[in-house]
Every structure is written in C-alpha cells, then in structure tokens.
C-alpha cells in the first residue's frame, strides 16, 4: 500500500486514465478483532483484507496537511450499520487504538481495487454513539502521532525507565550514585591535604633567611 509520498506505479498509471472512480476505506483496529468498511457497495479486497460496504454511511471530513509540524485531527462517522459496529462501540476499547484511513481507486467501476494510498494514519482518541429512531450513528475522533508532541512525557533518566524501555540495559545503572555524590568543580585544595604543604613550607623559611642577609 502506498503513502502519498511514494504513489505506486498501479496508482500512477490509473491517474492516466479518462474515467475514475475514487473510494475510501476505514480500517479501525479494536482489541478483539478489525472493522473494515468502505465507500461503496457490497465487499471490497484491499491488501488481502475485505471491507465491508457502507456507501453514503460513511462520511469522513477533510484531511489537512501543511508545512507546520502539528497534529491534524480527522473525524468519521458511520450510521446506519448492523449491530456489530455498535457492540464494539459500546464494549471495546477505543483509547489510542490504531485507525486509517485508505484513498484508492476502482478498476473499470468494478469492485477491484486498481491501488490505495494511506490518506490518514492515527489513533482513536474519543468515540460517541448518537441513538435515534433510524439507527445509531458512531462518530470517531482521531489524531495521529504528532498530537504526542503535546503531551509530557511520564519517563525519566532513571534506570526504572530504561529498563521499561529497554529490559536488561544497565547504562542507567549508577543514575542513583551520582545522585548524592559530591564532585569538586574549581575548588581551592588546601596545601596540606594535597601532599606538598611541606616543600613549601621549606621553601618560604628558605626565602625569609636570605631576605634577612
């Protein structure tokens, strides 16, 4: 699958064609298993992985992105579908679990895929279920990893850290030590305690006797 910066040949020569047919695909990842749905009828392959057909049900907003480095949110919506999307909904856990976003296109108004691109690739960040007489309709509120900039950052220069990040590296090993050690930064040294105080004692008793001759 390719990323808006490295189109595909298959995508690249579908652009030359007189006639396209664009679709989006949403691939949300819950712990018990994936909901997959597209823009259009019936299933769709994509990656090896079928998606289910949700049509005019799927609405997602508009993508941004620009030179600033910042997290742009997307949000989607889908209404209308069986009581499998609404049980996970409900019951699964949806907190920063990953979610995509496909831009692809048809071959010849069939339902083959010709090449997708990642358009979106992000985690959940809140999900609400609007209940009315015509079916639920459940809105995602996504962003992606940039939003992490924003956010501080709960480790340390500690080995209890290191070793959440990485098992069985001792370079934080001695953090604790230096902690409470003390170092001497451009201190005068006494003369004595540095093992020469007598060759300077001798010394000025030896320039005090020739001052008096």
């Not at 396209?20 to 019936?42: L, Y």
């Not at 409900?90 to 990642?118: C, D, H, K, W």
């Not at 340390?156 to 934080?172: A, I, K, M, P, V």
Request: glycine share 10%; aromatic share 6%; hydrophobic share 30%.
């Amino acid at each position: 699958m390719a990323t808006r910066q490295g189109i595909d040949t298959a995508i690249s020569n579908r652009l030359g064609a007189d006639e396209q047919t664009m679709f989006f695909a949403v691939k949300a990842e819950f712990d018990t298993d994936d909901i997959r749905v597209w823009s259009g009828n019936d299933d769709l392959t994509v990656d090896s992985e079928t998606y289910t057909g949700a049509g005019s049900l799927l609405a997602i907003s508009g993508v941004e992105e620009d030179l600033e480095l910042k997290s742009s949110g997307l949000t989607i919506s889908l209404s209308g579908m069986d009581t499998t999307v609404l049980n996970y909904a409900l019951t699964e856990n949806y907190q920063n679990r990953p979610i995509a976003v496909f831009l692809g296109f048809l071959m010849g108004g069939s339902n083959e895929s010709a090449g997708e691109l990642t358009l979106f690739k992000g985690r959940m960040t809140s999900l609400t279920v609007n209940d009315t007489p015509e079916g639920a309709t459940v809105t995602i509120d996504c962003e992606n990893r940039l939003v992490d900039l924003n956010r501080p950052s709960n480790l340390r220069y500690t080995l209890e850290s290191q070793q959440f990040l990485h098992n069985g590296d001792t370079g934080f090993n001695r953090v604790q030590q230096l902690a409470d050690k003390q170092i001497v930064w451009g201190q005068k040294q006494d003369v004595n305690s540095a093992g020469g105080g007598g060759s300077n004692r001798d010394s000025g008793h030896h320039n005090t006797e020739e001052n008096h001759r």
